[in-house]
């Protein structure tokens, strides 16, 4: 048994009595007094299973109990593998400490493909950027998605409904394979429970078939590190279910989980309430970055802008962004403390979609967000939105406020806007602008040109400014020991990002 990594009995016994998705598999592992319940599954043949995630090291004895019985003991040394993604504040750290910054992409389909198209997508994401892919459980009927799955959740009952008491075994050893192939890429897996776009009555089931599906998803995949909970895509036009279904589907899935995976639930048009203790991290579908430091403060939780729309040429009109707009989508979003997803829907005759089906990435958008990914973690810590100082009429000095903009004497600093006067403003063409403590500061200044610019830097510190072009995906230095309020010149170009990264 290694920290971190997945510890599975195997057991043999008789065909379960009633439910196979329900059988009845309890297990303690226990450690220094301190016990973890974890529940089995069956998985066919008489075979049931038992997976443990353990997340500290030592000596664990084991008992299981009910359908079958067993116990033991193992001991927990030491392993390679970093643990579960957790949140701490409004950013994302593995369970061992390190850093985690998500840099996402959508294959929606992924594990409904042949082999064949499988498996070229994983090459394709073995030399991409990303590190985490949003995917379904169910199969999707879309455009460009119209193919049969080569196997489905469940078995079909004597009627030719699906029976969720008896689980299609095939399906979920695939599910699992491409989950921890992804892992082993360093690939986090957004795990999608349920969404609309359906002609095969997974849509539709009813809450008691729901929670079925549901219980046995859970017990059988909480223990692999790299799954994350996306209730839904779109959870707002699947309309076979109610407010008080995804209520409930928390705590199934809080109730099923021993490890406390993340949770997030994807909207179409109205967000989720992302306030909801269960919840660990919102799942956006628009382009209001200039909106990220003020949802940020107010759910204290990390922000993905899971759907920024897609690099492509498709008519559908969050499909058909270029791949220069798709890589300021995401400037846009990191440098206001924020995360994004990307996507790629580009027309093939063979109607593979990367966004939908995976296969071969054909735009440009990986390469600029690679250029990203390696800025944001060249950087000492996590972003937060930076409310940097602003300019404001000067119409008085009498609150004391200093005006050392010597250039312009009618205007003085504000320290900062408030998220009214910043709403009255409309200043989502402003730059964004984040911050690690007193020890990073970035402003990406996305379509503005500015030939002459200024960063308002503490003063009690020295700092290397550099100048990013994200387009060219080059850095420069601008100056070094820069401390205060500094001027530099600018190239009068749009997507140029300034970094400061003290060096005292």
Known sequence: MKQYEVFELVLNGQLPEGSEALAQVNAVFTCD?????????????????VRFLPEKCGMYSWRVSGTVAAEGSEECVPGEKHGL??????????EDGTRYIPFGTTIYALIHQE???????MESLRTAPFNKVRHCV??????????????YAFEKDAEGNWDVNRPNYRFWERLEKAILELADMGIESDLILFHPYDRWGFASMTAEENEIYLRYAVRRL????????SMANEYDICFAKTTEDWARFEEIIKEEDPYGHLLSNHYCMKPYDNSRENITHLSMQNILFYKAP?????????????????EGDIYLSWGNISAEEMVHRFWCAYCDGAFATH???????????????????KGKSPEGIAFLREVMESLPGALEPWDEPVWMLY?????????????????KLRASLTDAEKDALDLKDSAYCGHYEEKAFIKYYGIQQLARSCMFLPKDHTYRIELIDTREQKKSVLMNGASGTVWFDMPGKEKMAVLAVAED
């Open 222 to 229: 909480s223990a692999l590190p790299s799954v994350w909970w």
């Open 85 to 94: 993604v957790r949140t701490e504040k409004t950013h994302f750290v593995y």
């Open 343 to 361: 996507g790629e829907t580009y027309l093939s005759e063979d109607d593979v979609l990367w966004w939908a089906k995976g296969g071969k990435l």
């Open 33 to 49: 007094g301190q016990e973890k319940e974890v529940k089995g599954f069956y998985d066919g043949n008489g075979v049931y299973k």
């Open 138 to 151: 169910f199969p999707k009927s879309y455009d460009f998605n119209q193919n049969e799955p080569p196997c």
């Open 294 to 310: 003020q949802w940020i403060r107010e759910y204290k939780k990390p922000l993905i802008y899971d759907e920024c729309c897609y």
């Open 395 to 411: 119409e008085s000095d009498a609150d004391g406020q200093e005006n050392n903009m010597a250039e312009n004497p009618f205007f």
């Open 115 to 121: 082999d064949a198209l499988v498996r070229e997508t």
